[in-house]
């Protein structure tokens, strides 16, 4: 249904209201106005009637009985004399008995003498008072006012002085009246609706502004302020609809507030977070639940989650949650020929009225370094055990060899003391490697810099391992472009990189081969490249290289005898990692490794 507008109506309600008001204002106008001219009409017309019976008393010549033709003619001439001017009034002298001594209209000898003596204004006044009476006119047959008083001679009333009025005329002056108060009423209304216009507008213009100011606000521009103009209750409705607006920006600004933080929470968690409603459409994910689900996916709220999740294990979970209200469960599954493990959680929420609340919540958790890091613990446990149990093995057989040789069998005792002694050192080895690796794990132990120049490193390889490769009779070079640069870094990592990448080269190039070692400034870094001319490390099982106790077939060394402890590189791994460094390996089958570390220059 349309509704009427307030300035309509607010201009009917004042025009029928002023209406109304100028309606009775002109009826009560009228009839008083009309009393008033009436009064005043009785009053002149009394006044004239006196005045004529005073004249007539002062030449009235006697008795009216004994009045002569003479005299009566002269009364009626006299009569005649005096209405003269009154038009349309009439004057008429009426004796005692009735008779009709003048007239200002008619031959007072041709009126009837019978009809004169009981008009009511005749009896009044030939009775001494005065005497009023309305009715319509034997002679004439039109309405007159009828004003009688009594013309006294010797103080005795003689006759009757009658002055008549048409009521026509009257009439004529009550209509000028009506004419009058019409045109002015008509002229009040002209100007009520002009002066209504401009009160109405100007009454419901504050109001227009507060209600286009609530529209405003109810669009959302809280910026949009309603003026407290105009009548009290207008002022306090805008006053009161600005204090809305305050306290609805205020709690928008808090709601807006308390969802970017909870947004940027959600946002910088390291585990996954997907919100689901009731038809399981995507009402929330967070960056981390992107990355982990649907990877390269982009604008996924609003889209079902079987259209996005390509993992069968985050379904069944569902459908768990469904039923039991909550679930758990590890999930495994291989992608990009990667193995990811993820610990999920489902929980259904209550059920609300809101078809897009938020029904189910699932939170996602990369534990696959976990896993791997677990793994990876059992496996050194087992590669320790293993690495330990076959020197172990070999000591032992060696001592209880020991045992049966006789103390004269030189030979075999030096053949044993070899065996316990290579087997020794590569206990010895195995402990050191350990406790290294073990001392560049422990994240927590600060980082002892100092300025290290590049000569040095140089001037410490060369006296470290040149006698080692002159020994197996492989040439060994150092190179540095920039000598004398300082390098701020932990002098004792850096060393540790460098012995396991040389003895690594120096152990796995053949005689007659070729170890080299560069140091070069990069920009703001210090590459520190070893190359050797070995057997070189398969394609499919350089990646594998920097894990644990990890060692290649000893067959590709040519030597079954060359063999590590297979912790060396694992070493470089996390030494680099606690140095803030990077390490790259490239390696062909029978043509040598470079590996290649490349060191931040702190300051």
């Known amino acids: 249904m349309r509704r009427r507008s307030f300035f309509l109506t607010l201009f009917a309600g004042n025009l029928l209201l002023l209406g109304v008001v100028l309606a009775v204002s ?60 009154l038009e349309p009034a009439r004057l008429t002298v009426i004796a005692r008995n009735g008779e009709v001594l003048g007239d200002s209209e008619a031959d007072p000898a041709q009126m009837l003498l019978h009809n004169t003596p009981d008009r009511p204004e005749v009896l009044a006044a030939l009775d001494g008072r005065e005497g009023l009476d309305i009715r319509t006119s034997a002679t004439l047959d039109t309405n007159f006012r009828y004003f009688a008083v009594p013309l006294r001679c010797d103080g005795e009333a003689r006759a009757a002085v009658r002055l008549a009025m048409p009521v026509t005329a009257i009439v004529e002056g009550r209509g000028f009246i009506w004419r009058a108060l019409l045109w002015s009423a008509l002229a009040a209304l002209a100007a009520d609706l002009v002066l209504g216009l401009l009160v109405s507008w100007i009454w419901s213009l504050p109001l227009r502004q507060v209600t286009r100011a609530a529209a405003k606000l109810a669009s959302g521009n809280l910026a949009a302020r309603a003026s407290p103009r105009g009548s009290d209750e207008v002022h306090r409705l805008a006053v009161a609809l600005n204090q809305m607006r305050r306290n609805l920006a205020g709690q928008i600004q808090t709601a807006e507030g308390q969802r970017q933080n909870l ?29 982990l689900l649907a990877p390269g996916e982009a604008d996924l709220v609003g889209k079902h989650v079987q259209s996005v999740v390509r993992i069968a ?53 990369d534990i696959t370094d976990i896993a791997r890091t677990a793994q990876m613990k ?36 030096t053949k044993f003391a070899a065996i316990l002694d290579r087997h020794v050192q590569r206990l010895e080895s195995m402990t050191s490697d350990l406790l290294d690796l073990h001392r560049v794990e422990q994240s927590r132990t600060p980082l002892h810099l100092e300025d290290v120049a590049l000569d040095d490193l140089a001037e410490w390889a060369r006296g470290q391992y040149r006698p080692k490769a002159e020994n197996k009779n492989v040439a060994f070079t150092v190179e540095t472009g920039d000598g004398d640069f300082l390098l701020s870094t932990d002098r004792t990592l850096v060393q540790l990189i460098l012995q396991n990448l040389l003895d690594n080269a120096i152990k796995f190039t053949p005689t007659g081969g070729r170890v080299t ?14 190359t050797d001319t070995g057997c070189g490390i398969p394609q499919e099982i350089q990646e594998r290289v920097f894990e644990r106790f990890f060692q290649a077939d000893p067959a590709r060394s040519g030597d079954g005898r ?20 990077t390490v790259r390996l490239d390696s062909t089958v029978g043509h040598g490794t470079t590996v290649e570390v490349v060191v931040p220059v702190r300051r």
């Open 26 to 85: 002109y009826t009560i106008s009228y009839r008083y106005l009309n009393e008033r001219y009436r009064e005043r009409q009785i009053q002149h017309q009394r006044r004239l009637t006196r005045a004529v019976a005073h004249d007539l008393e002062r030449l009235w010549p006697g008795p009216t009985e004994d009045l002569s033709p003479e005299q009566r003619q002269a009364v009626h001439s006299h009569v005649r004399s005096l209405a003269t001017g």
């Open 263 to 291: 947004e940027t929470i959600v946002s910088n968690l390291r585990s996954g977070v997907m919100a689901l409603d009731a038809q399981r459409r995507i009402v929330l994910m967070n960056h981390t639940a992107v990355e």
């Open 313 to 365: 294990d985050i379904i069944d979970l569902l459908d768990q949650a469904d039923v039991a209200g909550s679930a758990n469960r590890q999930i495994e599954f291989e992608r990009e020929g990667r193995r990811h493990t993820y610990d999920a959680y489902a929980a259904l929420l209550a059920r609300t009225a809101n078809r897009d609340a938020i029904r189910a919540l699932v939170v996602i958790r």
């Open 378 to 413: 059992a496996e050194f446990v087992a590669n320790a055990s293993h690495e330990l149990r076959t020197p172990l093995a070999t000591l032992r057989a060696a001592v209880d060899s020991l045992t049966s040789v006789e103390p004269d069998d030189a030979d075999a005792v």
């Open 517 to 530: 070692c560069r140091f070069a400034l990069r920009e703001s870094k210090v590459s520190l490249a070893i």
């Open 562 to 581: 060359v063999r590590g402890t297979g912790l060396g590189l694992a070493i470089v791994k996390h030494a680099c990692e606690r140095l803030g460094a």
